[in-house]
């Protein structure tokens, strides 16, 4: 919220939204599929390795927010309010 009432005051010119929506949609999706055995959804097989091995993951994607777009993206959506960037 701070980065987008810094956005609107001119104060910083973009910012990266991950909706925690979609990571929480994503997450009770994924924990549906363990618990019925299923394969488990993932969408990147590459890049994570901890140490043991490469971790299969899911990444939800960023979005760009700016003074162009926050109000679509985050008002619109219902993520915001107006006035809560107040």
């Known amino acids: 919220m701070a980065n987008v009432k810094n956005m609107i005051a001119g104060k910083q010119s973009m910012s990266v939204f991950k909706d925690t929506r979609e990571l929480a949609s994503q997450v009770v999706k994924m924990v549906g599929q363990v618990l019925s055995n299923q ?3 993932v969408n990147n097989t590459k890049d994570y390795d901890n140490g043991t091995g490469i971790i299969p993951t899911f990444l939800c994607d960023p979005v760009f927010a700016d003074i162009n777009n926050y109000k679509e993206l985050l008002i619109d959506s219902g993520y915001y ?4 960037l107040q």
């Open 81 to 84: 309010t107006e006035a809560d």
């Open 39 to 41: 394969t488990v959804d």
